[in-house]
């Protein structure tokens, strides 16, 4: 069964908790920057293991040295709570 949809409050507040996260949509997102493209590999990789683990598959896009994510739970419509943890998980990787 898919997980409960966030109010807007419950969206604001899980926010306060993350690093540089921003609505967009029906989505947080997040772009980071490394120092080189094998930097940037690197870091998905290790948040590829966490979503695995979790069973929830942030968007990647890579140009370079940057990487922009997008979360999202498709199975919901919307934001979730699995969202927020794995964006903590990546917030921490990060
Ligand atoms: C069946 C399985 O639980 C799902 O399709 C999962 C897998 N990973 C997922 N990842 C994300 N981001 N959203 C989902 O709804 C989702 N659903």
Redo the contacts with the bound molecule.
Sequence with gaps: M?ADLLSVEEIDEALLTLDGWEVVDDSIRRELEFDDFMEAIDFITRIAVY?EEM?????IRNVYNIVSLA??????GGLTQ??FDLALKIDIEA
């Design positions: 898919a979503a069973d929830h598959h942030p968007e979360l999202t739970t498709h199975d919901a699995k969202d």
